[in-house]
Protein backbone atom coordinates (compact mmCIF):
# COMPACT_ATOMS: atom_id res chain seq x y z
CA UNK A 1 0.00 0.00 0.00
CA UNK A 2 0.94 3.09 -0.48
CA UNK A 3 0.80 6.76 1.58
CA UNK A 4 1.96 9.98 0.40
CA UNK A 5 3.28 12.27 3.06
CA UNK A 6 2.91 15.82 1.99
CA UNK A 7 5.58 18.71 2.51
CA UNK A 8 4.99 21.54 4.98
CA UNK A 9 2.66 19.50 7.82
CA UNK A 10 3.46 18.98 11.47
CA UNK A 11 3.63 15.81 12.96
CA UNK A 12 0.32 15.40 14.24
CA UNK A 13 -0.65 15.43 10.46
CA UNK A 14 1.71 12.50 9.35
CA UNK A 15 0.54 10.45 12.53
CA UNK A 16 -2.90 10.88 11.31
CA UNK A 17 -2.22 9.65 8.24
CA UNK A 18 -0.36 6.76 9.48
CA UNK A 19 -3.78 5.98 11.38
CA UNK A 20 -5.51 6.15 8.32
CA UNK A 21 -3.80 3.23 6.77
CA UNK A 22 -2.69 1.09 9.33
CA UNK A 23 -6.42 0.78 11.49
CA UNK A 24 -4.56 2.47 14.65
CA UNK A 25 -5.75 5.50 16.04
CA UNK A 26 -3.14 9.20 15.68
CA UNK A 27 -2.97 8.74 19.80
CA UNK A 28 -1.72 4.98 19.57
CA UNK A 29 0.57 6.70 17.00
CA UNK A 30 1.72 9.31 18.56
CA UNK A 31 2.51 6.95 21.27
CA UNK A 32 4.48 4.33 19.39
CA UNK A 33 6.47 7.60 18.12
CA UNK A 34 7.48 8.21 21.66
CA UNK A 35 10.50 5.53 21.37
CA UNK A 36 12.49 7.84 19.44
CA UNK A 37 15.15 5.16 19.73
CA UNK A 38 13.49 2.52 18.22
CA UNK A 39 12.67 5.06 15.18
CA UNK A 40 16.72 5.71 14.07
CA UNK A 41 16.03 9.16 15.69
CA UNK A 42 19.41 10.56 15.46
CA UNK A 43 20.66 12.70 19.22
CA UNK A 44 21.08 15.78 17.54
CA UNK A 45 17.21 15.82 17.12
CA UNK A 46 16.88 15.40 21.24
CA UNK A 47 13.84 13.22 21.03
CA UNK A 48 11.71 15.14 18.85
CA UNK A 49 10.46 13.92 15.64
CA UNK A 50 9.50 17.27 14.10
CA UNK A 51 10.67 17.60 10.75
CA UNK A 52 12.11 14.27 10.44
CA UNK A 53 9.47 12.59 9.16
CA UNK A 54 10.67 13.05 5.65
CA UNK A 55 7.32 14.05 2.93
CA UNK A 56 7.39 11.30 0.38
CA UNK A 57 5.59 8.60 -1.41
CA UNK A 58 6.27 5.57 0.48
CA UNK A 59 5.10 1.76 -0.19
CA UNK A 60 4.71 -0.68 2.17
CA UNK A 61 3.42 -3.84 3.13
CA UNK A 62 -0.41 -3.79 3.71
CA UNK A 63 0.52 -5.42 7.34
CA UNK A 64 3.13 -2.50 8.14
CA UNK A 65 3.41 -1.38 11.75
CA UNK A 66 3.47 2.19 12.28
CA UNK A 67 6.73 2.00 13.82
CA UNK A 68 8.41 0.57 10.27
CA UNK A 69 6.85 3.59 8.58
CA UNK A 70 8.27 6.58 10.90
CA UNK A 71 11.50 4.78 10.84
CA UNK A 72 11.56 5.15 7.24
CA UNK A 73 10.62 8.39 6.86
CA UNK A 74 13.04 9.18 9.66
CA UNK A 75 16.20 7.08 7.43
CA UNK A 76 14.74 8.76 4.55
CA UNK A 77 15.64 12.39 6.06
CA UNK A 78 18.88 11.35 7.15
CA UNK A 79 19.63 10.26 3.38
CA UNK A 80 18.58 13.53 2.21
CA UNK A 81 20.43 15.37 4.22
CA UNK A 82 23.78 12.95 3.73
CA UNK A 83 22.91 13.60 -0.05
CA UNK A 84 23.70 17.23 0.96
CA UNK A 85 26.49 16.62 3.02
CA UNK A 86 25.16 18.12 5.98
CA UNK A 87 27.20 17.50 8.97
CA UNK A 88 25.94 15.77 11.99
CA UNK A 89 26.20 18.83 14.18
CA UNK A 90 24.12 20.87 11.71
CA UNK A 91 21.01 18.51 10.83
CA UNK A 92 18.59 20.21 13.36
CA UNK A 93 19.83 23.87 12.49
CA UNK A 94 19.64 22.98 8.72
CA UNK A 95 16.36 21.00 9.11
CA UNK A 96 14.67 23.77 11.37
CA UNK A 97 15.43 26.25 8.22
CA UNK A 98 14.42 24.09 5.76
CA UNK A 99 11.15 23.68 7.48
CA UNK A 100 10.56 27.92 7.90
CA UNK A 101 11.57 27.71 4.31
CA UNK A 102 8.76 24.95 3.14
CA UNK A 103 6.33 27.11 5.00
CA UNK A 104 7.05 30.77 3.78
CA UNK A 105 8.17 29.98 0.08
CA UNK A 106 5.48 29.46 -2.51
CA UNK A 107 7.56 29.44 -5.27
CA UNK A 108 10.68 26.70 -6.23
CA UNK A 109 12.82 29.44 -7.18
CA UNK A 110 12.13 31.49 -4.02
CA UNK A 111 13.49 29.20 -2.01
CA UNK A 112 16.64 29.91 -1.94
CA UNK A 113 16.15 33.20 -2.01
CA UNK A 114 13.96 33.07 1.28
CA UNK A 115 16.94 31.07 2.67
CA UNK A 116 19.13 33.72 2.78
CA UNK A 117 16.40 36.53 4.29
CA UNK A 118 16.79 34.04 6.82
CA UNK A 119 20.11 33.68 7.11
CA UNK A 120 20.57 37.28 6.50
CA UNK A 121 18.92 38.46 9.19
CA UNK A 122 20.16 35.71 11.82
CA UNK A 123 23.64 37.37 10.73
CA UNK A 124 22.62 40.92 12.32
CA UNK A 125 20.52 39.53 14.86
CA UNK A 126 17.69 40.68 13.70
CA UNK A 127 14.12 38.87 14.87
CA UNK A 128 12.69 36.63 11.61
CA UNK A 129 9.56 38.04 12.53
CA UNK A 130 7.95 35.02 11.02
CA UNK A 131 3.94 34.23 11.42
CA UNK A 132 4.82 30.48 10.36
CA UNK A 133 6.42 29.97 13.18
CA UNK A 134 3.33 31.74 15.28
CA UNK A 135 1.05 29.85 13.69
CA UNK A 136 3.16 26.77 15.05
CA UNK A 137 2.01 27.17 18.46
CA UNK A 138 -1.45 28.78 17.76
CA UNK A 139 -2.54 27.18 14.53
CA UNK A 140 -5.71 29.50 12.98
CA UNK A 141 -7.04 29.96 9.27
CA UNK A 142 -5.56 31.78 6.44
CA UNK A 143 -2.00 32.95 7.37
CA UNK A 144 -1.52 36.13 8.63
CA UNK A 145 -1.24 36.05 12.61
CA UNK A 146 -3.26 38.59 14.92
CA UNK A 147 -1.25 40.73 17.46
CA UNK A 148 -3.19 38.79 20.61
CA UNK A 149 -0.80 36.00 19.06
CA UNK A 150 2.11 37.41 18.48
CA UNK A 151 2.14 38.33 22.22
CA UNK A 152 2.55 34.85 23.04
CA UNK A 153 5.30 34.30 24.74
CA UNK A 154 7.34 30.95 23.69
CA UNK A 155 10.73 30.16 21.94
CA UNK A 156 8.51 30.04 18.77
CA UNK A 157 7.31 33.37 18.41
CA UNK A 158 9.61 34.93 16.29
CA UNK A 159 8.09 38.38 17.36
CA UNK A 160 9.41 38.48 20.48
CA UNK A 161 12.59 35.77 20.25
CA UNK A 162 15.88 36.73 18.21
CA UNK A 163 17.15 33.33 16.35
CA UNK A 164 15.45 30.50 15.36
CA UNK A 165 12.85 28.44 16.30
CA UNK A 166 14.32 25.84 18.84
CA UNK A 167 13.34 23.02 16.60
CA UNK A 168 11.43 22.51 13.37
CA UNK A 169 8.39 23.54 12.43
CA UNK A 170 7.02 20.94 9.86
CA UNK A 171 8.41 18.75 7.67
CA UNK A 172 10.53 20.16 4.66
CA UNK A 173 11.17 18.34 1.29
CA UNK A 174 14.42 18.28 -0.87
CA UNK A 175 13.90 21.38 -2.23
CA UNK A 176 13.57 23.26 0.87
CA UNK A 177 16.95 21.28 2.07
CA UNK A 178 18.60 22.27 -0.13
CA UNK A 179 17.68 25.86 -0.23
CA UNK A 180 18.91 26.09 3.67
CA UNK A 181 22.34 24.64 2.57
CA UNK A 182 22.59 26.38 -0.13
CA UNK A 183 21.07 29.93 0.41
CA UNK A 184 21.29 32.43 -2.31
CA UNK A 185 23.79 35.27 -1.87
CA UNK A 186 21.67 38.83 -1.37
CA UNK A 187 21.48 41.20 0.64
CA UNK A 188 17.68 41.21 1.20
CA UNK A 189 16.51 41.62 4.60
CA UNK A 190 12.73 41.37 3.94
CA UNK A 191 10.44 39.73 1.96
CA UNK A 192 6.50 39.30 0.80
CA UNK A 193 4.18 37.13 -1.58
CA UNK A 194 2.61 40.17 -3.34
CA UNK A 195 0.08 37.74 -5.33
CA UNK A 196 -1.51 35.24 -3.46
CA UNK A 197 -2.52 33.17 -6.88
CA UNK A 198 0.56 33.51 -8.49
CA UNK A 199 3.33 33.03 -5.47
CA UNK A 200 4.91 36.61 -6.48
CA UNK A 201 7.26 37.27 -4.24
CA UNK A 202 9.11 41.13 -3.74
CA UNK A 203 12.03 41.49 -1.60
CA UNK A 204 13.43 44.39 0.11
CA UNK A 205 16.68 45.37 1.93
CA UNK A 206 15.52 48.20 4.13
CA UNK A 207 11.73 48.57 5.71
CA UNK A 208 10.91 51.41 2.84
CA UNK A 209 10.91 49.77 0.25
CA UNK A 210 9.55 46.48 2.04
CA UNK A 211 6.23 48.88 3.34
CA UNK A 212 6.31 49.75 -0.34
CA UNK A 213 5.80 45.75 -1.35
CA UNK A 214 3.18 45.20 1.23
CA UNK A 215 1.25 47.98 -0.05
CA UNK A 216 1.38 46.04 -3.45
CA UNK A 217 -0.16 43.08 -1.61
CA UNK A 218 -2.55 44.70 0.28
CA UNK A 219 -3.58 46.34 -3.20
CA UNK A 220 -4.00 43.04 -4.27
CA UNK A 221 -5.47 42.04 -1.78
CA UNK A 222 -8.25 44.51 -1.56
CA UNK A 223 -8.99 44.18 -5.39
CA UNK A 224 -9.34 40.04 -4.91
CA UNK A 225 -11.60 40.20 -1.54
CA UNK A 226 -8.51 37.48 -0.34
CA UNK A 227 -6.83 37.78 3.04
CA UNK A 228 -4.44 34.75 2.28
CA UNK A 229 -0.75 35.35 3.19
CA UNK A 230 2.52 36.48 4.55
CA UNK A 231 5.66 37.95 5.48
Do not use: C
Not at 42 to 49: C, R, S, T
Not at 55 to 71: G, I, Q, R
Not at 200 to 218: K, M, P, Q
Amino acid sequence: MKITIPEGKAVDAYFQAIANLTGYTADEVAEIAEDTDALGLPAEAEGNLEGWLFPSTYTFNPDVEPAEMLSTMVSTTIKMLDKYDVAEEDRERILTIASLVEKEAKKDEDRPMIAGVIMNRLDIDMMLQFDSTVKYIAPSEGVWTSEEDRLIDSPYNTYMYTGLPPTPIAAPGEASIEAAVNPADHDYTYFVTVNLETGETAYATNLEDHLANVEILNQWVAENQSSDDEE
